[in-house]
């Protein structure tokens, strides 16, 4: 009897219970301890039936993802667990799991091996591997069909999205919910399934597999949505392809082609590059030094000060996590508009169903719109989110810094100022920090949490925490312009505007970049941020330019227009009132004059000089920021640009992609970049490092871990 697998029995049934902390993932040893478990089983004749069942919180929630990374590096075989399921199946006793938490990937898959399913009222399955570039690869493709019929297994494999124990009862994946004790409920289906002569293996029910006629326009319309929804994504396709499979194939056929796509997808770069950004989002919130058992102050009330877009969005976070908030404003007209904005926002979600008109009452009702420092002194968090100015933000931290409890956190949204320099007018620094959230801050995941030179470590782990509470994705950062995430887009912004200058039309700067798997272009993301943003930031860091480096020219010549992006209708491009964007010969002029003036040579610039030179502009940036240990580890950078900048996971973030294409290469473009267009382009010490030693950021990074 190993650890990872405990065999009791109860009543006459024979219960192999899976305990493999923390998700009972199918990690070596797993599989094999269950089978074990069958075999004994199905010889004693003490046992009538046998019930399969997760210990702690969880099923089974999938393969050791773990082990994946030995098997596309070779340094292990992957174990098929085609035979347990068969084994499963094909007990003369009747075989029943029971299911609580997450039965994911191969743990449905493990599950649909079984004759029988139960599950707690909670419970949810799933074949998520689509999320991690790969395909069910233990016949889930094959037996979901058999189960659930092939309208819901083609869209469970192809968009992995969880579907909760209801509906999977309906679906027929599910037999029975167990309300109260799943394990005594599961007992009592196994005895009385025991009495039944024939226990149907799942593999033999052909009856849902539907028709040609029936099945075409599923998979048809599933791989038109997987296109659109899923852009330049190979899984979902072959997902879709192996259910067809199981419409067409002999079962055990079936099985044997979707191992072959499942390897297919395993060793491609895509599921490389999505097993790294699963792990990174949970990497990042380790932070060296800083230890697991580090008090964490308790978040019961917060407060918000500012209105706009910004606060009004960072006010509904704490709401949605069931945080009472005060939302503060200077003005009753601004805070009855950010209080409307909230409003509209929620009435937005009610109306396509994503929650419940009581859920937003309560919600509401959980923030509270004031002109006033009342309550400011019971709040655990402020979270300043005014204007970006220097001087208004030090003026605010003085006065809460006199308000607030002792232990209160003051934390300032700023995207670029100096938290150091806002942390110093007030007597506590040790509890003043960054929460850097991304527009819009209610939808955004990304949480750029700013450590000052004195804030505490408590501070940054009760920051951290936070993160998780409001089911963001806090990343820790040091303190510079722009942090990590808007210091690196500034180069890649630049670059974008070069380009344009240089001859390349705004459209195809950002057809290129939408193309390659961005979510929207450089451009047309600076219309949608406003460019109005960029343009304060420079004339607050106008003093810092240095003479004779290049500026871009055309942001600013647009924004003294008026042109501002999306908010006035004209930025680079024009917009109708349904935000519609198209180009504008305005624009066009303006960057033949300015280019002209400036006697910048205009030429016909390629596609993949426009990637290189916008996403190594990236890279390069990236690399000293990890130098100067603004960053953490390059995971961090990868998950920042993945979860805030709409970056594409199955490129894994830029520092990952990079490995990708090989740091020398990466360097040999960025040194004929400075070549031809100067010092902007001076390659990183550390990219030229690795790139001489053939190492990874990803290598440099184990290296120091
Ligand atoms: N393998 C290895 N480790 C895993 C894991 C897995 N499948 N799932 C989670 N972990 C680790 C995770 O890294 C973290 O580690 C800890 O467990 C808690 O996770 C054969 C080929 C189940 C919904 O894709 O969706 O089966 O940071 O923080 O928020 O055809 O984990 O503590 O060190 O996410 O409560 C398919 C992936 C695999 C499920 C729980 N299965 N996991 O969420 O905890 S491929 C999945 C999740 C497969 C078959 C194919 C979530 C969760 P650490 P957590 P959570």
């Not at 099923?59 to 773990?66: E, N, P, S």
């Not at 394990?183 to 289906?189: S, V």
């Not at 527009?439 to 949480?447: D, E, G, K, W």
């Not at 390069?620 to 640009?641: Q, S, T």
Request: aromatic share 6%; charged share 25%.
């Amino acid at each position: 009897m190993s650890d990872l697998i405990l065999y009791t029995k109860q009543d006459g049934v024979g219960i192999i219970t899976v305990n493999n902390p923390p998700v009972n993932a199918l990690s070596p040893g797993v599989p094999e301890g269950i089978a074990a478990g069958v075999e004994q089983f199905v010889a004693d004749e003490e046992v009538q039936a046998i019930i399969l069942i997760g210990g702690g919180r969880t099923f089974i929630a999938g393969a050791d993802i773990k082990e994946f990374g030995k098997i596309t590096s070779g340094k292990k075989r992957e174990s098929s667990l085609l035979p347990l399921m068969l084994a499963m199946e094909d007990s003369p006793k009747p075989l029943v799991v029971a299911i609580h938490g997450t039965a994911f990937g191969g743990g449905l898959e493990v599950a649909m091996g079984a004759h029988y399913r139960v599950a707690s009222p909670t419970a949810q399955v799933g074949q998520p591997e689509v999320k991690l570039g790969i395909i069910p690869g233990a016949a889930g493709t094959q037996r979901l069909p058999r189960l659930a019929g092939v309208a819901i297994a083609t869209k469970m494999c192809a968009f992995g999205e969880p579907v909760k124990a209801k509906e999977a009862l309906s679906a027929g994946i599910v037999d029975q919910i167990i309300e109260g004790d799943l394990l005594a409920g599961a007992i009592a289906f196994a005895l009385d399934s025991a009495k039944k002569v024939v226990h149907s293996k799942p593999r033999e029910r052909n009856d849902k597999l539907g028709s040609p006629e029936t099945n075409a326009p599923i998979f048809a319309e599933a791989r038109a949505a997987a296109k659109k929804t899923h852009r330049n994504q190979n899984a979902p396709l072959a997902a879709i392809d192996a259910v067809e499979l199981a419409t067409t194939l002999p079962f055990e056929e079936g099985c044997r082609r979707e191992r072959e796509i499942f390897e297919q997808c395993l060793f491609d770069t895509q599921s490389k590059s999505m097993i790294h950004a699963f792990f990174g989002e949970r990497e990042v919130a380790k932070i060296p030094g800083i230890s697991k058992e580090t008090p964490v102050r308790e978040i019961k009330r917060a407060a918000v000060i500012g209105a706009g877009t910004m606060g009004g969005g960072i006010a509904m976070n704490f709401a949605n996590a069931g945080i009472p908030v005060i939302l503060k404003e200077s003005s009753a007209d601004a805070l009855a508009r950010g209080v409307a904005t909230i409003e509209k926002n929620y009435s937005n979600s009610v109306a396509k169903g994503r929650f419940s008109a009581e859920v937003m009452a309560q919600r509401m009702a959980l923030i509270k719109p004031q002109l006033n420092y009342d309550g400011f002194d019971q709040v655990d968090i402020i979270t300043e989110a005014v204007f970006e100015g220097m001087a208004l933000k030090k003026e605010i931290f003085s006065v809460i810094d006199d308000l607030a409890k002792p232990g209160c956190i003051l934390a300032s949204n700023t995207s670029t100022l100096s938290i150091d320099e806002i942390a110093s007018n007030t007597a506590r620094p040790q509890d003043v920090i960054g929460t850097h959230y991304f527009s819009p801050a209610n939808v955004m995941r990304l949480l750029e949490i700013v450590r000052g030179r004195a804030t505490g470590d408590d501070v940054i782990a009760s920051s951290m925490a936070l993160a998780k509470k409001l089911n963001k994705v806090g990343v820790l950062v040091g303190n510079c312009r722009g942090f990590v995430g808007n210091r690196m887009i500034h180069c890649y912004g630049r670059e974008a505007q070069f380009l344009v200058e240089e001859g390349a039309p705004p459209r195809k700067v950002d057809a290129v970049l939408y193309n390659w798997g961005m979510a929207m272009g450089p451009l047309s993301m600076s219309d949608l941020a406003g460019l109005d943003v960029g343009w304060r930031i420079r004339k607050e860091f106008k003093h810092l330019e240095k003479p004779g480096v290049r500026v871009a020219l055309v942001a600013d010549e647009l924004c003294e227009m008026g042109r501002f992006g999306q908010k006035t209708k004209a930025g680079w491009y024009k917009y109708d009132e349904n935000r519609k964007q198209t180009p504008d010969p305005v624009v066009d002029e303006a960057i033949l004059r300015l280019a002209s003036a400036a006697g910048i040579k205009r030429r016909e610039i390629s596609d993949q000089e426009i990637l290189e030179r916008t996403v190594y502009a990236l890279v390069n940036e990236g690399a000293r920021i990890l130098e100067e240990g603004i960053a953490l580890r390059p995971v961090d950078i990868d998950v920042i640009y993945l979860t805030g900048y709409g970056f594409p996971t199955y490129r894994g973030g830029p520092m990952f992609y990079a490995d990708t294409v090989g740091l020398s290469e990466v360097c040999k473009k960025v040194c004929e970049f400075e070549a031809a267009h100067g010092e902007l382009w001076e390659p990183a010490p550390l990219l030229k490092k690795l790139a001489e030693e053939g190492k990874t950021f990803g290598q440099w990074a184990k290296e120091r871990a």
